[in-house]
């Protein structure tokens, strides 16, 4: 059983680094093999809209763009779980994540309305989320709203619905003293991660246990 991360954070052992890993440490002790890919290590560009993966004459499934992501791509048509994870920037996941996303999920769409997906298998997956708003604010800005596209087209692509965690008032500088943040309150943000950083992280690791439990399932 292989559980695939990809961290979407450009900062590997932040916030985001350290839920991601807490999701693997949860499938691991279900026995899962692991692999986190650090998108942030790799060059590569979104989807550049050759429709190669559309074209009638090719395999199905295939991105032609060629770079640090291709082998990356192949490698999750193995995965019996992928987990996504990505800072919020600017109400939605990272630019990082964004083009991972547009890769992966157009290569594994094509234009039908009989076949949805052309992913090898039906698999979970999970979607965390880290950002600095808290989540009465987020409710106020709609952001889930904007979150959901993406959600919908891996439930379309994965064909299982992600389980999702967001983690939010996460704690942005390892010293506040030093940049402009007046628009946060320091004391809060400490509080937050001394009393519910350390809830997240378990729920992360229980996400990673049950993800690896209901592939045990299937097989
Ligand atoms: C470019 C940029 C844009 C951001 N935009 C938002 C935002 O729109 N909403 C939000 O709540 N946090 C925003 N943040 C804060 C990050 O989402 C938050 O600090 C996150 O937990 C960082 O994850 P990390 O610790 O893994 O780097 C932004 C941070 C950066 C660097």
Redesign the pocket.
């Known amino acids: 059983m292989k559980v695939i991360a990809i ?1 979407g ?11 991601i890993n807490k999701v693997l440490e949860g499938a691991k002790s279900e026995n899962a093999e692991i692999e986190l890919i650090n998108l942030y290590n790799l060059e590569y560009k979104g989807c550049i809209s050759c429709f190669h993966c559309k074209r009638k004459d090719k395999r199905h499934g295939v991105c032609a763009v060629d770079d640090d992501l291709s082998p990356i791509l192949e490698k999750l048509k193995e995965a019996d779980a992928i987990i996504f ?8 996941v ?1 630019s990082g994540m964004s083009g991972f996303l547009e890769r992966f999920l157009f290569s594994n769409m094509i234009y039908s309305n009989e076949i949805p997906t052309v992913f090898p298998k039906k698999i979970p997956s999970a979607f965390i ?5 808290t989540e009465k ?2 409710k106020e ?1 709609g ?1 889930k709203e904007n979150l959901k596209l993406f959600q919908y087209y891996i439930y379309r692509i994965l064909g299982e619905k992600s389980k999702l965690l967001y ?6 500088f390892s010293d506040y003293d030093k940049y402009e943040s007046s628009m946060f309150s320091e004391e809060e943000k400490a509080k937050n991660k001394e009393e519910q950083f350390p809830i997240d992280c378990k729920k992360a690791f229980e996400i990673g246990v049950n993800i690896a439990k209901s592939v045990m399932k299937k097989h």
């Open positions: 961290n954070s450009p900062r590997k052992n932040w916030n985001t680094g350290t839920l994870a990505s800072p919020i920037y600017f109400a939605n990272s989320y880290t950002m600095n708003i604010q987020m800005f952001l983690a939010y008032n996460t704690y942005q």
